[in-house]
């Protein structure tokens, strides 16, 4: 059972910048960012496998970037440019590899493992 810890939520201004982290308690080659907005359904933001393949929501695309300190067993999200509709619950999850080279890995539903959420609000 791997458990996961995010943190580094917080609130900012439109254009600025804010890192989630997101700790894990065992290595995972696949982990994933997520996020869900009030009256929305959770959006993949971003995965990372074998600590060097990602890829990412257009819309968050050029905005954000995924990293990993592989022995801390530690996933980052620089997040810069933020925008009011960046404003949501971001969540961390971890699975197989398979999870994250799924062409549906934005769903999140192939994550078995994921954290309890951190609120990044985003004011215009």
């Known amino acids: 059972q791997v458990q996961l810890v995010e943190s580094g939520g917080g609130s900012v201004q439109a254009g600025g910048s804010l890192r989630l982290s997101c700790a894990a308690s065992?290595?995972?080659?696949?982990m994933g960012w997520f996020r869900q907005a009030p009256g929305k359904e959770r959006e993949g933001v971003g995965a990372l496998v074998w600590s060097s393949n990602t890829r990412y929501a257009e819309s968050v695309k050029d905005r954000f970037i995924i990293s990993k300190d592989s022995a801390k067993n530690t996933l980052y999200l620089q997040m810069n440019s933020l925008k009011p509709e960046d404003t949501a619950m971001y969540y961390c999850?971890?699975?197989?590899?398979?999870?994250?080279?799924?062409?549906?890995?934005?769903?999140?539903?192939?994550?078995?493992?994921w954290g309890q959420g951190t609120q990044v609000t985003v004011s215009s």
């Open positions: 065992e290595r995972t080659q696949c």
């Open positions: 999850a971890a699975a197989d590899p398979s999870a994250c080279y799924s062409g549906s890995w934005s769903r999140g539903t192939a994550f078995p493992y």
